[in-house]
């Protein structure tokens, strides 16, 4: 298969491809482990380097096969092919971004990216202008198109599955080299037919050289090369974990303090009802069971039973109810101190998580993340002070002393 092939371009080519598929899956990645990012711009971005290293393996590998001197590469072509790859490749991460991903959506999204996957390399193959004209092995073709399909199921399960550090490492190894398995099966398969003597194809619209080409390909091989390095930079929870236990006890010693903190409210309950406004010395308030949050169509009451988290958000809050969020007129302090803390608890200075709906805990950087269920399941962050009173609410340590 890698008869005739440059050995150090084959190399590069599966490098490139490893290094894409590492960097795209783990940003994508982020779009479920990260809740105050931007998804789209997580999943545009991830989108990018996927394509960026799937179509960069495939002109390194072109590069390194034996084809014809004569040859050049038609620039409409080559453009379409990659166009196409960034097409699939966003597509296909967008449906599984979306709701829960049932395995009938990813098969679906997986059949979407291993037929775009091909269809690159041979829009690409066919960009190729000289005296010949190329031959596939059609059994080949069909076995090419399967490792495409294949490769892009499991790249899908990559970014699904709550993979980070020597997991994704070697998800991505496993990915990258069956993109480059699939684009070698191809080449394997195809064949330059010399043109006949005295004929000369006519080539319209603009070339470009392989010189031209390498040009490109060089470039983009470096975007590759520092979007993974950039990637590898920790965040800042993760650098802050090398300080010392004196330095990192506070909830808020990785973000500033919450400016948009008050002191319990309760202007729902009139005075006239001789109920206490709350404060020091006073008794508390009887949770409530109904949370107000604001539509098109006015305010609404939901259970709090259908509550899965609340986030700050300025003066307001953010309520997840297993599918969305809906704005609530109320301040994060204000909902903390509404809610049953039975039920309730506040995780993040940003951050209250319905206990009975906690269905994922994990350790991240010098906090942790939790996941909520619902139909569309989402995670929330805990601060690093957090962490142990929360391993006791859900009885996960014994005898761990709560804090008040």
């Not at 711009?41 to 014809?68: D, N, R, S």
């Amino acid at each position: 298969m890698f008869a005739g092939h440059d050995p150090f371009l084959v190399a590069l080519s599966v490098a490139v491809a490893i290094l894409g598929g590492y960097t795209g899956f783990g940003i994508a990645a982020r779009i479920r482990t990260a809740p105050r990012a931007n998804p789209r711009l997580l999943l545009t971005g991830a989108a990018a380097f996927l394509a960026i290293g799937i179509w960069t393996m495939h002109f390194v590998g072109m590069l390194a096969a034996p084809i014809p001197a004569d040859a050049s590469y038609l620039v409409l072509p080559t453009v379409i092919s990659f166009l196409l790859c960034a097409l699939v490749v966003g597509i296909s991460l967008f449906f599984v971004s979306i709701g829960s991903p049932s395995e009938g959506r990813v098969s679906a999204s997986a059949l979407l990216l291993g037929l775009g996957i091909a269809s690159m390399h041979y829009v690409g193959i066919h960009g190729l202008a000289g005296d010949f004209s190329i031959q596939h092995d059609y059994g080949m073709l069909v076995l090419s198109v399967v490792i495409a399909v294949a490769a892009a199921y499991g790249g899908l399960k990559i970014y699904l599955a709550r993979q980070g550090g020597l997991r994704l490492a070697l998800s991505a190894i496993a990915f990258g080299i069956a993109v480059s398995g699939m684009h070698y099966t191809a080449m394997y398969g195809m064949h330059f037919v010399p043109a006949a003597a005295g004929h000369h194809h006519e080539f319209g619209g603009l070339v470009a050289s392989p010189q031209l080409l390498s040009l490109a390909v060089a470039l983009l091989c470096f975007v590759i090369a520092a979007g993974f390095l950039l990637f590898l930079v920790p965040e800042q929870r993760q650098r802050l974990a090398t300080l010392g236990p004196e330095e990192t006890d506070s909830d808020t010693i990785d973000l500033p303090a919450d400016p948009d903190y008050h002191p319990p409210r309760f202007v729902d309950q009139p005075a006239s009802r001789g109920l206490p406004l709350g404060g020091i010395g006073q008794p508390k308030q009887m949770p409530v069971s109904r949370v107000p949050v604001v539509s098109t169509e006015g305010t609404l009451l939901i259970d709090v039973s259908d509550i899965r988290s609340i986030r700050a958000d300025a003066h307001y809050t953010l309520i997840h109810d297993g599918q969305r969020e809906r704005m609530c007129p109320w301040s994060i302090s204000e909902a903390e101190a509404r809610l049953d803390p039975a039920l309730f608890t506040r995780v993040h200075r940003s951050h209250i998580v319905a206990l009975p709906h906690v269905s994922f805990l994990r350790k991240e950087g010098d906090g942790a993340i939790i996941e909520l269920d619902g139909p569309v399941p989402h995670v929330v962050p805990v601060s690093r002070a957090k962490i142990a009173e929360v391993k006791a609410r859900l009885g996960l340590v014994r005898g761990a002393a709560m804090r008040q």
